[in-house]
């Protein structure tokens, strides 16, 4: 017979009519609106990693953040980068002050790549810091040093109008 489709000839498994029509994802996972951010995040090797800092660091990146419209995982990443070029991490880390004198006891998390925080936990582990000590630190460090250039160039700018 013309145009009637022969049942027999198509694969009306179940399992597969749902992967065409949701993707492949569970009921579950239809429910969570950010599922095809989760997907891409896992397919590109991006993980949720949580260190623990100290709570004004975390309040100093949050307006960091904000103020210069910025992720904070950005943020983390140019901090460790520049501590890489500028000197050498083993020197920065013996002359860094006593862990004991900033309590880092607050879990903050990053979206990074597993292979950054891999890299993180790796300098760790040769200064004898903690994870969250070094966070921390290099954290504060480049907050700082961004801010006074940043204040530094609104002066000159305010002088010569």
Same mark, same amino acid.
């Given at each position: 017979?013309?145009?009637?489709?022969?049942?027999?000839?198509?694969?009306? %498994?179940?399992?597969?009519?749902?992967?065409?029509?949701?993707?492949?994802?569970? *009921?579950? /996972?239809?429910?969570?609106?950010?599922?095809?951010?989760?997907?891409?995040?896992?397919?590109?090797?991006?993980?949720?990693?949580?260190?623990?800092?100290?709570?004004?660091? &975390?309040?100093?990146?949050?307006?960091?953040?904000?103020?210069?419209? &910025?992720?904070?995982?950005?943020?983390?990443?140019?901090?460790?980068?520049?501590?890489?070029?500028?000197?050498?991490? %083993?020197?920065?880390?013996?002359?860094?002050?006593?862990?004991?004198?900033?309590?880092?006891?607050?879990?903050? @998390?990053?979206? &990074?790549?597993? /292979?950054?925080?891999?890299?993180? /936990? *790796?300098? @760790?582990?040769?200064?004898?810091?903690?994870?969250?000590?070094?966070?921390?630190?290099?954290? %504060? %460090?480049?907050?700082? /040093?961004?801010?006074?250039?940043?204040?530094?160039?609104?002066?000159?700018?305010?002088?010569?109008?």
């Amino acid at each position: 017979m013309k145009g009637m489709i022969n049942v027999s000839d198509k694969n009306y %498994d179940s399992n597969n009519v749902n992967k065409i029509t949701n993707g492949g994802y569970t *009921s579950d /996972e239809m429910n969570n609106k950010y599922r095809f951010q989760k997907r891409w995040q896992e397919k590109n090797g991006y993980i949720v990693k949580s260190y623990r800092l100290n709570e004004e660091t &975390i309040k100093n990146l949050l307006k960091f953040s904000e103020e210069n419209d &910025i992720s904070q995982a950005s943020i983390l990443r140019n901090a460790f980068q520049r501590y890489k070029e500028r000197t050498k991490l %083993d020197v920065f880390l013996r002359f860094t002050v006593s862990p004991q004198d900033k309590k880092c006891d607050i879990k903050k @998390g990053f979206k &990074i790549t597993k /292979e950054f925080a891999e890299e993180i /936990e *790796s300098v @760790g582990k040769r200064s004898g810091h903690t994870y969250g000590y070094f966070v921390t630190k290099i954290l %504060d %460090d480049y907050m700082e /040093e961004e801010n006074k250039t940043k204040n530094k160039s609104i002066n000159e700018q305010n002088r010569n109008p």
